[in-house]
T-cell receptor
């Protein structure tokens, strides 16, 4: 079956760096997404990794290790507006293109 | 309008009611999705439509009935729901089914409460 794990909640200080981890066990792998979801709003696309390594986009970076079934989202220079849930989602293979989501990590940024 | 628009934003319905959720996208995407988001649970894929044909149906109870009349519109018809169906229902679209390089674009969702 599919299993995606991420911490339920994290707290970090404004201006700091935070790393949100995601581990997965899926039948097949066609890439991993990170989404940001503010309370009451739509999830918005942050990143997509399909090859091992680090992808950087401004203050946000995402890392993937396929052999370890592991990814992380790194947020630098945290701002109050970064308080949100961060969803890890894996595209499994085996003839299906479904996105399987983790439960999300609720990040609270404090002054 | 751009993006993915869902209506209504909030819906309260009795267990014997019939209602419909609407999703509209103006992105020229060919694939559309219904997801259910319950508290403390992951987003669950319900249905996938590609070029107006249903391609995925994840063992969803028959009290949920999707409809895709054209590539821009997606409906979720609801009837005789249960209280445990109360959740946030999210619509999403992507350029193609399996064309995920740009990710899915989600709507803001319909918050459904079944009483």
């Amino acid at each position: 079956g599919q299993n995606i794990d991420q911490p339920t909640e994290m707290t970090a200080t404004e201006g700091a760096i935070v790393q949100i981890n995601c581990t997965y066990q899926t039948s097949g792998f066609n890439g991993l997404f990170w989404y940001q979801q503010h309370a009451g709003e739509a999830p918005t696309f942050l990143s997509y990794n399909v090859l091992d390594g680090l992808e950087e986009k401004g203050r946000f970076s995402s890392f993937l290790s396929r052999s370890k079934g592991y990814s992380y989202l790194l947020l630098k220079e945290l701002q109050m507006k970064d308080s949100a849930s961060y969803l890890c989602a894996v595209v499994s293979g085996a003839g299906s293109y479904q996105l399987t989501f983790g439960k999300g990590t609720k990040l609270s940024v404090i002054p | 309008e751009t993006g993915v628009t869902q209506t209504p934003r909030h819906l309260v319905m009795g267990m014997t009611n019939k209602k419909s959720l609407k999703c509209e996208q103006h992105l020229g995407h060919n694939a559309m999705y219904w997801y259910k988001q319950s508290a403390k649970k992951p987003l669950e894929l319900m249905f996938v439509y590609s070029l107006e044909e249903r391609v995925e149906n994840n063992s969803v109870p028959s009290r949920f009935s999707p409809e895709c009349p054209n590539s821009s519109h997606l409906f979720l018809h609801l009837h005789t729901l249960q209280p445990e169906d109360s959740a946030l229902y999210l619509c999403a679209s992507s350029q193609d089914y399996g064309g995920w390089l740009d990710g899915y674009t989600f709507g803001s969702g319909t918050r459904l409460t079944v009483v």
